[in-house]
């Protein structure tokens, strides 16, 4: 796995490996700031799974998941009004960060929610057992699906846990079914990627992946976007 200096020129490494991480792509001071809005901020956050996990920006994968999808795009508007009150230039960051990825330009998906952040909460479900894992094609329309057109998933860590917490990640693309056989899981190639505050990992959309277990008194607050190709060299983004 790759670590760049800079998200620019960040296909090459994505094309071989599937994955690369950039350290500090954020100031972690801006990353601190954010993170202690978003806490701040614990009024506005969405309550997803029963309380297992929470966002602020509403998450299009949340709420396909529980039958909540006509609720996310009726408050996509207001939803990115709320990330922005609350930790301004987040939006805008993310977007410049997935178009350094891509090397494409990137525009916000119409009608969908822009980037969010997510809040896994200390000593909860996912801390103790870790995250399910899975491949980020929901949002991907089908025919972008079958022609396997290009589509990126973009995580910021906002505010680490103090221990674990990583990003684990499977030379294993989606093929058409989210189940996926334990043996695949113990093959060898996985990485593990650890973020400080301010790194970013970017990744094939189609691949597989999972939040690791993690300890300790803070939540783990990251910030998501993904992006697919429509055109050439044109992207649309979404949380």
Request: hydrophobic share 40%; aromatic share 8%; with cysteine.
């Amino acid at each position: 796995m790759p670590e760049i200096e800079t998200l620019d020129g960040a296909a090459g490494g994505l094309v071989s490996h599937g994955v690369v991480v950039v350290r500090r792509a954020l100031d972690p001071a801006v990353c601190a700031r954010w993170t202690a809005a978003v806490l701040a901020a614990r009024g506005d956050w969405t309550q997803d799974f029963g309380g297992e996990q929470f966002s602020l920006g509403r998450a299009f994968y949340t709420h396909l998941e529980t039958d909540r999808a006509g609720r996310y795009f009726e408050d996509a508007a207001a939803s990115d009004q709320r990330v922005e009150e609350h930790a301004p230039g987040l939006q805008a960051a993310m977007r410049g960060l997935l178009a350094g990825a891509s090397g494409g330009r990137v525009v916000g998906r119409p009608g969908w929610c822009g980037a969010g952040v997510h809040v896994f909460p200390a000593g909860g479900v996912l801390a103790g057992r870790g995250g399910v894992v899975h491949f980020d094609h929901e949002g991907l329309a089908e025919p972008h699906v079958a022609r396997r057109g290009r589509a990126l998933s973009l995580v910021a860590m906002l505010q680490p846990p103090a221990r674990g917490g990583g990003l684990r990640v499977w030379p294993v693309l989606y093929e058409g079914c989210d189940e996926v056989d334990e043996a695949v899981l113990q093959q060898q190639g996985d990485t593990t990627v650890l973020l400080r505050a301010g790194d970013v990992v970017v990744f094939d959309s189609y691949r597989l992946h999972q939040i690791q277990p993690f300890e300790g008194p803070l939540d783990r607050i990251s910030a998501t976007l993904h992006g697919a190709e429509i055109d050439r060299d044109l992207w649309e983004s979404w949380f």
